[in-house]
T-cell receptor, first 112, second 115 residues
């Protein structure tokens, strides 16, 4: 069966520190991968979208970057965190052009 | 570009009462439409989806939604709410063409259920 894992589940980081959130998918190949951020009262914002290795689209300009070094691995990074980067980050995948998104359990980032 | 509006930030209903959560979308053609539910601190789970055909779609947990092209709406309904339905609900739209595969979500509606 298809599964998705992301970690860490919770992270508290000081302003200016780096960030790395990881997401891996199992049980499928060549998935479309997504990073969303959920801020309080603002719904889910699509951050990055990837259709293949090293093929990543950024939806909004920001302090974050994404990489896909392997087919089923998606990494969200920052060199220097800002307070505004705090939020709940969700990794998701689907296969093909349309259809259901499968979400990870999320990573809660607090920047102090 | 496509977008989704959920006009109700928070809704409170009594257990056993009927429920309707509103969703309006903006898109030049008929999009793919979804409703997801999120329990606190968790990821999202798909409730139902509309791609084409019958405009009334049935989902899990007794939910249904109706696509109305004339109103650009995709409202979620349940005839009798259970306390376990308390959660946050998100409507999402997936465009076709160049944005195929990307889902855009509304801001969510928080549902509280009174016993």
């Amino acid at each position: 069966s298809q599964t998705i894992h992301q970690w860490p589940a919770t992270l508290v980081q000081p302003v200016g520190s780096p960030l790395s959130l990881e997401c891996t998918v199992e049980g499928t190949s060549n998935p479309n991968l997504y990073w969303y951020r959920q801020a309080a009262g603002r719904g889910l914002q699509l951050l990055f979208y990837s259709i293949g290795i090293d093929q990543i689209s950024s939806e909004v300009p920001q302090n974050l970057s994404a990489s896909r070094p392997q087919d089923r691995q998606f990494i969200l990074s920052s060199k220097k965190l800002l307070l505004s980067d705090s939020g709940f980050y969700l990794c998701a995948f689907n296969r093909g052009g349309t259809g259901e998104l499968f979400f990870g359990e999320g990573s809660r980032l607090t920047v102090l | 570009a496509q977008s989704v509006t959920q006009p109700d930030i928070h809704i409170t209903v009594s257990e056993g009462a009927s429920l309707e959560l509103r969703c309006n979308y903006s898109y030049g053609a008929t999009p793919y439409l979804f409703w997801y539910v999120q329990s606190p601190g968790q990821g999202l789970q798909l409730l139902l989806k509309y791609f084409s055909g019958d405009t009334l779609v049935q989902g899990i947990k007794g939910f249904e939604a109706e696509f109305k092209r004339s109103q650009s709406s995709f409202n979620l309904r349940k005839p009798s709410v259970h306390w376990s339905d308390a959660a946050e609900y998100f409507c999402a739209v997936e465009g076709r063409g160049s944005t195929l595969g990307r889902l855009y979500f509304g801001r969510g509606t928080q549902l509280t259920v009174w016993p």
